[in-house]
């Protein structure tokens, strides 16, 4: 495809940052467009499946059939003031799925999404499990998260939620098409930089190796976020 053509079918505003990277060389542009595109599509699949991983693990640790219906109950755990939006939010899924009949815990848990599940973090939330006799932060070790997310101190609970939150931070950018193949620090439109993806890749990486995943067998076949970010380096 000519670059006059590709330009008008994304818009000149977005392919101008690429062009920016890449020295004005309309060709090397393209590439740079396509590279993102296919990092973006395999970290939001590891994401995914990290997410996956993580709801599955909290809801093992919460061992009870149906505590986020309960939680939301009158008297349940985030049925206060403080925890109103929690609950707001799993209430509204669990109406969602009742009226269509088919009511399950697991296509409750499948409904919420990632903000959810890193705001049972947040004090409010995690102080109303805590209070169950429940420790969510059980899922993770994080001896090999610490060093990444510069994060001193011996509390757990907050580690966690700031590894989640950066994860969830990119797992936007990516949802909302927003390129990740630079660096914003370094300035809108000037250079392409793989540091800001690679950092949030070893982020999953390291969390799902404290929650005692083998995450060569999960990603076997499926992890190519490193070589695309050594192609988008190398161009």
Partial sequence: MKSRVFEQLISSERFLRYQAASAYNNRKAMILYRYNLQLSQELFSMISIFEIILRNKIDQEMSQSDWLRDAVQSGGIFDTPACIKTKE???????????NGSYSHGKLIAELNFGLWTNLFQPNQYNAVLNTGKDISRIAVLSS???????????KREQIHKVLGEINQIRNRIAHHEPICFNRRLGRHTRKNTYYVRKKYQLIINMLKDMSVDTDGL???LDHVLKI?????AL
């Fill in 89 to 99: 939010i799993i209430e509204k899924k669990y109406r969602k799925i009742h009226r």
């Fill in 229 to 233: 970010c050594d192609k988008i380096d």
């Fill in 219 to 221: 990603f076997y076949g």
């Fill in 145 to 155: 998260v610490l060093p990444l997310i510069n994060c001193s101190g011996d509390n």
